[in-house]
């Protein structure tokens, strides 16, 4: 089932990366957004493969693991999917849904039409990624 503009300017106002956003900047992230609901156990991203889209979990979570190992849990207002898209090098992750999910997706294109109107995004993912590779990196050290 399609969601209308508005329907999905609703859910962008729930997500903390959003806040802050103009109608205006909404009304542009809706038109390039697409909301899916997934089912508990699907990969969402594999570890070594393209990765095509940046997804933020509306409801529900999911696993993250690298090398095989489980690190962290994602929850409504995370976003993952991000680094393959900015770097164009594979996933460094693999995402699995450990409930089932609703997922604002958005595809390889929209995603830098979207870091080009709003700045604010761009500085809240290199925000997330630095503390990412520091939690890392803390992890190794342990």
Not at 32 to 50: Q, R
Not at 116 to 124: A, D, F, I
């Amino acid at each position: 089932m399609a969601l209308s503009r508005d329907e999905k300017i609703a859910h962008l106002q729930k997500i903390p990366v959003f806040q802050g956003c103009s109608r205006q900047q909404l009304v542009a992230v809706a038109r390039i957004v697409d909301i899916t609901d997934v089912p508990a156990g699907k990969a969402l991203t594999l570890t070594g493969e393209t990765g095509s889209d940046f997804s933020i979990i509306l409801d529900g979570t999911a696993r993250v693991g690298v090398w095989g190992r489980k690190r962290v849990r994602l929850g409504p207002g995370d976003f993952f999917g991000e680094m393959s898209l900015l770097d164009g090098e594979p996933c460094s992750a693999t995402v699995i849904a450990e409930t089932p999910l609703r997922l604002l997706v958005i595809p390889r294109q929209g995603f830098w039409t979207l870091l080009t109107k709003l700045p604010g995004l761009t500085r809240q993912i290199l925000v997330t990624l630095s503390r990412r590779v520091r939690q890392a990196e803390k992890s190794l050290l342990a």
